[in-house]
């Protein structure tokens, strides 16, 4: 028998996609994935020099759970500099990722009979994330007022709150939609946390890719009522290429990250000492490789965008930020192919995956069920033939 928290977890449909595609790939299939969020840079230079150095210096043991001194000092110079925040390096805890970050934070603040707020579309993790704290997670849609298409609907998550409500997570900018919160949205919902005495958890990890002239804006920032019941997460695998290395990071009040490190403490303990030491060259060594790869990314997500528009069928937001889009597929559902119907976003991702032999995750997994996840993090090259692929997949059904 396993516990009700392994049976009632669904799996992660993006990680569980990653698998097939890797497999359709061994098997000799060209599969152009557009479902991947990750850069597909390699990781800078001097990064990599950085984590070699301390290969050779024998930095290879454990660390303090938090991290080592030098990187929580540079994370605040960081958080300083660029987001307007003041922590201490006692403030600032180191995770394998940001997703460790995100659900360590989770564990801390939630428990059975709590409920946690979360606008939708959302990242597939962040409900399972709850449900294993045993708490329980409060979908709320965010707005689709015209010009304000995925922005919070701070009139509905007021509505949401209850006496149970502990926290609210947000993520800016956002993965799937691409959604960039403005300064004036985070302040009323500021306000309602304060009022209701919520934490929000932020998810930052997209801050620096932004288009359109987008600003981002950390929650903490705004005032010392909101540093104190923010939970700010962030890391470096979207901005600087280090998926892999898993390197994340959350602060907060040190009650808060006290407790954090008390959890990871018997969870991993520390982030790999490597990592650490790369990270550290990430953050305090040069920085034009972001802006190199944001402005890419900037090119391509032109590139779809506009390829997307004048599909048949087809509509889609523009995005903010991160690397995605979401187009809106639902025109096609009831259409056929062969013995093959398109009922919903799962068939339509199945179907180009068989067809046409591109990747991409159903909205359904972000509960965006009328929807898929484009990704724009891969070559100009790989995108325009995904794209064709996708046009000519989409006029076979009738």
Same mark, same amino acid.
């Given at each position: 028998?396993?516990?009700?928290?392994?049976?009632?977890?669904?799996?992660?449909?993006?990680?569980?996609?990653?698998?097939?595609?890797?497999?359709?790939?061994?098997?000799?299939?060209?599969?152009?994935?557009?479902?991947?969020?990750?850069?597909?840079?390699?990781?800078?230079?001097?990064?990599?020099?950085?984590?070699?150095?301390?290969?050779?210096?024998?930095?290879?043991?454990?660390?303090?759970?938090?991290?080592?001194?030098?990187?929580?000092?540079?994370?605040?110079?960081?958080?300083?500099?660029?987001?307007?925040?003041?922590?201490?390096?006692?403030?600032?805890?180191?995770?394998?990722?940001?997703?460790?970050?995100?659900?360590?934070?989770?564990?801390?603040?939630?428990?059975?009979?709590?409920?946690?707020?979360?606008?939708?579309?959302?990242?597939?993790?962040?409900? $399972?994330?709850?449900?294993?704290? %045993? &708490?329980?997670? +409060?979908? @709320?849609?965010?707005?689709?007022?015209?010009? !304000?298409?995925?922005?919070?609907?701070?009139?509905?998550?007021?509505?949401?709150?209850?006496?149970?409500?502990?926290?609210?997570?947000?993520?800016?900018?956002?993965?799937?939609?691409?959604?960039?919160?403005?300064?004036?949205?985070?302040?009323?919902?500021?306000?309602?946390?304060?009022?209701?005495?919520?934490?929000?958890?932020?998810?930052?990890?997209? $801050?620096?890719?932004?288009?359109? %002239? &987008?600003?981002? +804006?950390? @929650?903490?920032?705004?005032?010392?009522?909101? !540093?104190?019941?923010?939970?700010?997460?962030?890391?470096?695998?979207?901005?600087?290429?280090?998926?892999?290395?898993?390197?994340?990071?959350?602060?907060?009040?040190?009650?808060?990250?006290?407790?954090?490190?008390?959890?990871?403490?018997?969870?991993?303990?520390?982030?790999?000492?490597?990592?650490?030491?790369?990270?550290?060259?990430?953050?305090?060594?040069?920085?034009?490789?972001?802006?190199?790869?944001?402005?890419?990314?900037?090119?391509?997500?032109?590139?779809?965008?506009?390829?997307?528009?004048?599909?048949?069928?087809?509509?889609?937001?523009?995005?903010?930020?991160?690397?995605?889009?979401?187009?809106?597929?639902?025109?096609?559902?009831?259409?056929?192919?062969?013995?093959?119907?398109?009922?919903?976003?799962?068939?339509?991702?199945?179907?180009?995956?068989?067809?046409?032999?591109?990747?991409?995750?159903?909205?359904?997994?972000?509960?965006?069920?009328?929807?898929?996840?484009?990704?724009?993090?891969?070559?100009?090259?790989?995108?325009?033939?995904?794209?064709?692929?996708?046009?000519?997949?989409?006029?076979?059904?009738?």
């Amino acid at each position: 028998m396993f516990s009700d928290r392994a049976i009632n977890l669904t799996p992660s449909a993006t990680v569980e996609l990653n698998a097939k595609v890797a497999q359709l790939k061994k098997d000799g299939i060209d599969i152009i994935k557009l479902n991947i969020g990750e850069p597909d840079f390699g990781t800078p230079e001097n990064i990599k020099r950085a984590a070699k150095q301390a290969i050779d210096e024998e930095f290879t043991k454990y660390t303090p759970v938090p991290g080592i001194p030098e990187l929580r000092q540079a994370i605040c110079h960081k958080l300083k500099a660029e987001n307007g925040i003041d922590y201490q390096p006692n403030e600032i805890c180191v995770s394998t990722g940001a997703k460790q970050a995100l659900i360590n934070a989770v564990l801390v603040i939630a428990q059975a009979g709590d409920e946690v707020i979360i606008p939708t579309p959302c990242w597939v993790s962040y409900e $399972e994330m709850v449900r294993i704290a %045993g &708490a329980e997670p +409060v979908l @709320v849609p965010v707005s689709q007022q015209p010009g !304000r298409e995925f922005d919070l609907d701070i009139a509905a998550i007021e509505k949401a709150v209850t006496p149970r409500t502990r926290a609210i997570i947000i993520n800016t900018p956002n993965n799937p939609t691409g959604a960039v919160y403005l300064k004036e949205t985070l302040e009323q919902l500021v306000e309602l946390a304060v009022r209701y005495e919520l934490y929000i958890i932020t998810d930052e990890v997209y $801050e620096k890719l932004l288009y359109n %002239g &987008a600003v981002h +804006v950390s @929650v903490a920032s705004l005032s010392p009522e909101a !540093r104190k019941i923010s939970i700010t997460v962030n890391g470096l695998s979207k901005s600087y290429a280090m998926t892999g290395w898993r390197i994340g990071y959350v602060a907060a009040d040190r009650p808060i990250v006290a407790a954090i490190s008390g959890i990871q403490g018997h969870m991993t303990s520390c982030a790999s000492s490597i990592a650490q030491r790369a990270a550290l060259e990430a953050l305090t060594g040069p920085q034009k490789s972001v802006e190199v790869m944001r402005e890419e990314f900037s090119r391509r997500r032109n590139m779809m965008y506009s390829r997307l528009k004048t599909m048949p069928g087809i509509t889609c937001s523009d995005a903010n930020g991160a690397f995605y889009l979401l187009p809106d597929i639902s025109a096609y559902y009831g259409k056929r192919y062969g013995s093959t119907i398109i009922r919903d976003s799962c068939d339509m991702a199945n179907f180009l995956l068989d067809q046409a032999h591109i990747a991409v995750v159903p909205g359904a997994s972000f509960r965006a069920p009328d929807c898929l996840r484009l990704s724009y993090s891969n070559s100009m090259e790989n995108l325009q033939k995904g794209l064709d692929r996708f046009e000519e997949a989409l006029s076979y059904l009738k």
